[in-house]
Every structure is written in structure tokens, then in C-alpha cells.
């Protein structure tokens, strides 16, 4: 089974840089139902040349019954999970050209994130853009 080298290199890069924003949970007072998963950018790949990037900020709120704070044990299982939901996307549905299908990427990274943990409730986007890659048209 081979994978495009940019997709690896791209997933190798994003697990450098894309690190959690916070402590699972929150670090502050109150009881934060949220586990922020930290931001993310993607290759958008077009016939085998990158097309742009996908960003997004993400968190995930726990399902019926579910601690956050073991929602937020999981949380490197979710990025895992998170990461290649994205790079499945920004491939196969994602342009700088074009808006971005909020719902379906929702629904995508929900189905991600259950088959991590099934405690995870519903993925927060809680900001999405692309961006065209230098000098593309």
C-alpha cells in the first residue's frame, strides 16, 4: 500500500507543528465542557501539486454521559484521528477556490473522532479557511 509522498511529508510536518494549544481541559477555573484540539493546516493536493493549505481550529465537546477530563486523556488519539480526517479531505474535497462544505466536513470529523473514543460528542470547528499556495493561479 503506498501513500504520495506529500501526504506523508505533510502529515510529518503538521505532527511538528500543529501542537495542542492548551492543557487537555482547560488550564483556568469552571468546568470547561470543551477539550481544545489545536489548530491544524493541511496540503490542499490537486493533481499531485499543492493546490493550498486547509486551516482550522478545532475543539470537542464530550458525548451524552462523558467527562471532559477523560475526553481530554484522549486528546492525542483525537488529533491522530483529527489529522488524517483532514488530509482525507483537503484532498478529496477541499479547493482555495472554492467554500468549504462545513457540513460535510463536520460530519466527517465527528465520525473521526468517535472511531478514536467513542466518548468524544461532537467536533467544534471553531475556525476554517484555505489558502492558495504561492504563485498558484
Excluded at 484540539?37 to 458525548?63: H, S
Excluded at 483532514?86 to 472554492?98: E, G, K, N, Y
Excluded at 466536513?105 to 484555505?130: C, M, S, W, Y
Aim: aromatic content about 2%.
Amino acid at each position: 500500500m503506498r501513500r504520495p509522498v506529500a501526504r506523508l511529508t505533510a502529515a510529518a510536518a503538521l505532527l511538528a507543528v500543529a501542537a495542542p494549544a492548551g492543557a487537555a481541559g482547560g488550564g483556568g477555573g469552571g468546568d470547561s465542557a470543551v477539550v481544545p484540539l489545536g489548530k491544524f493546516r493541511v496540503p490542499i493536493i490537486d493533481a499531485g501539486r499543492m493546490d493550498g493549505d486547509l486551516e482550522l481550529e478545532l475543539a470537542v465537546t464530550p458525548g451524552e454521559g462523558g467527562d471532559a477530563a477523560a475526553l481530554g486523556a484522549a486528546q492525542p488519539a483525537l488529533r491522530a484521528a483529527m489529522l488524517s480526517a483532514l488530509l482525507d479531505f483537503a484532498q478529496l474535497r477541499a479547493s482555495p477556490r472554492v467554500a468549504v462544505d462545513a457540513e460535510a466536513l463536520a460530519t466527517l470529523l465527528d465520525n473521526a473522532a468517535h472511531a478514536a473514543d467513542p466518548q468524544a460528542g461532537h467536533v467544534l470547528i471553531l475556525e476554517v479557511k484555505t489558502r492558495a499556495a504561492r504563485g498558484a493561479p
